[in-house]
């Protein structure tokens, strides 16, 4: 039986990488991409991604998108009320298996299962385990092409900030850096790429910007 499918959708290198598995896989029909986004903002909690970009992606890639607002800085509680009330739509319309683009942070994966607790849906995680240098080396060789948008100032320097996830970008990362930032270290915009049927334009500003604590971004309005 195919899984009738949302998946959870930050704009990102993983999030897209996610798409691709399960695509290619044919376990799954994605009938949404999922996002929730800063309804002050318009922006994407932690990617910092305008929300009309993530739009232009979706038309793209000719999936539809639900958008999910939430209030600026909502408590945890705020945010499962809101997540379970959209969770509510999607139960009425028979989809029964959320995605998710996480790879080995084992609190964040116990959460989002959290989330689906009491419902009928089923957590699914296609790139869970996986080595992230192999995904990264995949993602680009299947011609896919993201810019980075955000970084965690702790980890990386602002000059990041802008540059192509490349080839050159991953030799250039620091040791202590994954490869696919799965530990925040810094975050990306997924522009153009074989599912993709146009590239997304986008204008980056290179002034960084704060938007979430110790992260840094750049508009790529």
Known sequence: MVNR??????GGKDCMMALDKVLESKHANVAYLFT??????????????HIDLIKAQANSLRIPLLTVPLPHKPSNTEYQDIIHKRFASIIDEGLNSVIFGDIFLEDLHVYRESLLNNTPLEASFPLWGESTSELTSNFLSLGYKAVICGIDTEALDENYLGKDFDEEFLLNLPSYVDPCGENGEFHTFTYTGPLFKETIHHEANLKPQSLFGKYKYIDLD
């Not at 929730?36 to 991604?49: A, C, L, Q, S």
């Open 36 to 49: 929730t986004y800063d309804e002050m903002t318009n922006r994407v909690p932690f990617h910092g991604i």
């Open 5 to 10: 499918s949302v998946l959870f959708w930050s």
